[in-house]
């Protein structure tokens, strides 16, 4: 007798309504349990801080300006009472810097770089190592270890290593018969900044080998198979079938690749403190030297404000993309023919 009534052999419809509502409880229970950290650090942190960047960049003001207020709440409102309101004056003088839009060149050409360096690392180490084979589980360590490390660790191991007479200029050395001392760092120019970004390769190539074989490993056996059947190799496969199947993963691991190296400040800062000069000054080195160095929060908040509607657009680019290749994919999905 089982615990549910059944009429001719099917359920009881009461019962079944049951089981559908408390179904419906644990789906809503389940989503509240997701949302409300979100919904908590979005009310009481995330909230207050836009707001605040959002008057400080209409209203200049200084650190200096706080007075001498005691406790906090006094000092806190002294912020406000000490502002004086300049309306677009400050967003004016950000879109005419010509200095932040070179650190906006700058942080994308690091990232455009560093996301094909990862992507074509991250796919081709996927492509060797999605298929199963003795000792698999070893390189899955040694692959994704660089991924663990502490970004500001590879930033002064780098340091280390890159140094004018450090070990990577000795090796050179001894291999070419020749005397070796470049300045992988302190050469000025788009040198300083292509170095770091081959540390951001190492870094985070493991991130585009995970997203890669996990797409890999997904992909449906049977198109594989017959075409191998019909004579086709493995290259045939891989760019008629596999790479096509592919297309918004790869899409995936772009996209979340190139909002991240956008992002990249541990690195940069640890190693050059966007020198020299200004060679390595990205967007978060420059907002960082402007808001925490020159103590200009207002400058800062703007120029906080004019990334974060940059990153938006390209944020809604590349959801714009991703719904494009999913809907390409499951138009080839319905396009095969219906088994009857």
Known sequence: MTAEATVNGQVDPPSRARREVTRTQGIRRFKWAI???????????????????????????????????????????????????????IYREVFTDGRFGNAILRSLGFAAGSTIGCFILGFGLALLMYRPFRGQALYYVFFILPMLTVPIVIAYTGEMILYQNGPLNDMLSRISGLRVEF???????????????????????????????????????????????????????????????????????????????????????????????????????????????????????ALSYVVLVLMIGIVLVGIHLLRREKKSLDDLYMARPQEN
């Open 35 to 89: 949302l409300a950290p979100f919904l908590l650090l979005l009310l009481f942190i995330l909230v207050p801080a836009l707001w605040g960047q959002l008057f400080f960049s209409f209203f200049q003001f200084s650190v200096y300006d706080a007075g001498d207020a005691t406790g906090f709440l006094s000092y806190f409102l002294s912020y406000y009472t000490a502002s004086e309101f300049v309306g677009l004056d």
């Open 183 to 301: 300045s992988f760092l302190y050469s000025g120019g788009i040198t300083s900044l292509t170095t770091i970004m081959f540390l951001e390769i190492w870094n985070w190539t493991p991130f585009t080998f995970i997203i890669m074989m996990a797409g890999l490993a997904a992909l449906p056996k049977e198109p594989q198979e017959a075409a191998m059947i019909l004579g086709a190799g493995r290259w045939r496969i891989f760019r008629e079938i596999q790479l096509p199947l592919l297309r918004p993963v790869i899409m995936l691991a772009i996209i979340l690749r190139f909002l991240e190296a956008m992002a990249e400040f541990p690195k940069t800062w640890g190693l050059l403190q966007g020198g020299p000069g200004s060679a390595t000054e990205t967007i978060p080195v420059y907002i960082y030297i402007h808001t925490w160095q020159f103590f200009d929060l207002s400058y800062g908040a």
